[in-house]
């Protein structure tokens, strides 16, 4: 069946324009986690995780893959936009999809204000003449233009993006390797595992802030609807760029680490400046490669980076209203331009505000990244339920690999981080949970309860397809 009219079959009209390829699926999940991403947290994950820091990232990713095998059943199930919101209303019902979107909403609308927050503080540090509430609007100025202009626009600027990223970060390994090899810092494998400090709540805890790094890869089935080749594409691209981007995470924090001025300290008292990356990058080649690090970190978060979070956001909130569980308006798409303009303006103006609100607070950073990280965990948990109930309680699936096992050892490593999660996030983000279930009160009392287009009661069917 073409694409179109699997569209169709939904109830939808293709309003997007199918313009993206498996490479720019790649450069877009690439650019959206920032191949460079773990400089900027480092000395959170490495307090947090008793110096196992490539420990922390190599099982997020080792949790993230099974989460991401779980996307790429239920992208092949439905092939459209708004990610695990389609995905829980589809395949559990749609209550549950909204209080999915509702819950991933905190990871989506959060992000771009944060990733413009921290790119105009390190920007600010740099350049202090030039205030934080200007970087900041600049970064969304530009971006919003971008992203408005068409997403063949933004699949460009991203990929040109990406290759300025992965040169800083292979200059930094090269310079970092060569240095330890002559004997600076010290070789050890204590970032795999310390055992004066092991224990596997704390690897959790460390694990809960990493996955701040992951976050994107899911970002890649926003796309569903403007990919050419079908949805197996957006599966292989989830899959492609979560191994690529955890190998890259894993090389660069093991290299700081093992070149870390003051591991005690670091440990002891945390980052709260969050340099402990370019300390580390300082004390392998010197101030110069510190500062293109931390330039390199702040550009990535505030342009490539937080552009595609834009993207993302906007589509989740195009699905959401489209299917009349948000404002009408935010489902209008430009007639010349193929983008959800209004979505794409009001997730602009958000982070604006956001970002310029949490700017004035000592613990913004911290705070938005613990919601974002909690929102996140928390659909990616409903999405393993979905694939479970979809393909083998409905369909009668006979596939236990892939829609039993796969979902729920995912479902068991992901549960087990978000107990062991910042407190402080986990009851912000059950209050967000609960203002949702407030929200979905509200609309079945308007006569408005979640229905979504061409959702018709399942029939039991066998499912024999094989992965």
């Not at 409903?382 to 369909?395: D, E, F, G, P, Q």
């Not at 209050?431 to 408005?448: D, E, K, N, P």
């Amino acid at each position: 069946m073409h694409l179109n009219e699997d569209l169709a079959s939904y109830g939808y009209q293709q309003e997007l324009s199918r313009q993206l390829r498996f490479r720019d699926l790649l450069s877009y999940g690439l650019v959206y986690m920032v191949p460079i991403a773990p400089m900027a947290i480092f000395g959170s994950v490495y307090a947090g995780s008793g110096g196992m820091v490539a420990l922390a990232y190599a099982i997020g990713v080792v949790a993230l893959v099974f989460t991401a095998f779980s996307y790429a059943q239920m992208v092949k199930a439905f092939p459209m936009s708004g990610s695990v919101y389609n995905y829980a209303g589809r395949g559990i019902s749609p209550p549950v999809g909204f209080l999915a979107g509702w819950v991933i909403l905190l990871d989506y609308v959060l992000v771009p204000g944060l990733l413009y927050l921290v790119a105009s503080v390190a920007m600010h540090a740099t350049v202090p003449v030039v205030p934080v509430w200007l970087w900041l609007l600049g970064f969304v100025v530009v971006n919003t233009v971008v992203n408005s202009v068409g997403i063949r626009m933004t699949a460009v600027v991203t990929r040109v993006m990406l290759v300025g990223e992965l040169i800083v970060l292979a200059i930094f390994i090269a310079v970092a390797g060569w240095a330890v090899a002559s004997g600076k810092g010290r070789f050890s494998w204590g970032a795999f595992y310390n055992s004066d400090t092991f224990t596997w709540s704390v690897v959790a805890g460390a694990v809960s802030i990493a996955v701040l790094s992951f976050l994107g890869f899911d970002g890649i089935s926003m796309l569903a609807e403007e990919v050419k080749g079908g949805a197996r594409q957006v599966g292989r691209a989830m899959a492609a760029v979560l191994v690529l981007a955890g190998v890259l995470f894993i090389a660069q924090t093991w290299l700081a680490a093992m070149l870390v001025p003051d591991p005690g300290s670091l440990l002891t008292s945390g980052d709260p400046d969050g340099t402990a990356f370019y300390d580390a990058a300082r004390a392998a080649g010197g101030g110069w490669l510190a500062t293109l690090c931390a330039v390199a970190t702040a550009i990535a978060w505030g342009l490539p980076n937080s552009m595609v979070a834009q993207v993302a956001t906007s589509r989740l909130l195009y699905a959401m209203a489209r299917d009349r569980q948000l404002p009408r308006f935010l489902a209008k798409v430009s007639i010349r331009r193929n983008v959800p303009i209004n979505a794409t303006l009001l997730t602009g103006a958000v982070s604006l505000a956001l970002g310029l609100y949490m700017a004035t607070r000592a613990d913004g950073i911290t705070l938005l990244s613990s919601l974002i990280n909690f929102g996140a965990l928390c659909a990616f948990l409903v999405l393993h339920v979905a694939v479970v109930v979809h393909h083998l309680i409905r369909r009668r699936s006979r596939n236990w690999w892939a829609h039993l096992l796969m979902p729920a050892v995912g479902f068991g490593i992901l549960a087990y981080v978000v107990v062991n999660a910042n407190i402080a996030a986990q009851r912000l983000g059950l209050i967000w949970l609960a203002l949702g279930v407030v929200a979905l009160a509200g609309l079945y009392l308007s006569g408005r309860r979640p229905v979504l287009s061409g959702l018709a009661p399942a029939q039991p069917q066998r499912d024999v397809e094989r992965v």
